[in-house]
């Protein structure tokens, strides 16, 4: 399994930035993909999650302003910053992780806890000023 992050850097607080994560074909087409993000001294978050299906699921600071996307055709997975926040500044980190299964309904889920992903890139530093 490869994640491998990129488009990190600075950026000025109220502006845009897109990262962008190249999986290897089996864990793009077969896990929840996933934008986590580390600050000094803070707890590893959950930002923002993409279901093989496309259903997206955002925690609520990033909800407006963080947008995750797919593109089948590369591998690829994007998390899009607008409105940049200085609070935004973290190491940004790729992820994949299990589908949580609704028994008895074939449908599934994608969770924005970190214990639920098993797989992780390097990261990208991401500052906000």
């Known amino acids: 399994v490869q994640l491998v992050e990129s488009g990190g850097g600075s950026v000025e607080a109220g502006g845009s930035l897109t990262l962008s994560c190249v999986a290897s074909?089996?864990?793009?087409?077969?896990?929840?993909l996933g934008w986590l993000r580390q600050a000094p001294g803070k707890d590893r978050e959950g930002v923002a999650a993409i279901n093989t299906d496309g259903t997206t699921i955002y925690t609520d600071s990033a909800r407006g302003r963080f947008t995750i996307t797919r593109d089948n055709a590369k591998n690829t997975l994007y998390l899009q910053i607008h409105s940049a926040k200085l609070e935004d500044t973290a190491m940004y980190i790729c992820?994949?992780?299990?589908?949580?299964?609704?028994?008895?309904?074939?449908?599934?889920?994608?969770?924005?806890?970190?214990?639920?992903?098993?797989?992780w890139g390097q990261g990208t530093q991401v500052t906000v000023s």
């Open positions: 074909e089996y864990t793009y087409s077969s896990y929840c």
């Open positions: 992820a994949a992780g299990r589908r949580q299964v609704v028994a008895g309904t074939g449908t599934s889920y994608c969770s924005l806890k970190p214990y639920d992903f098993d797989y």
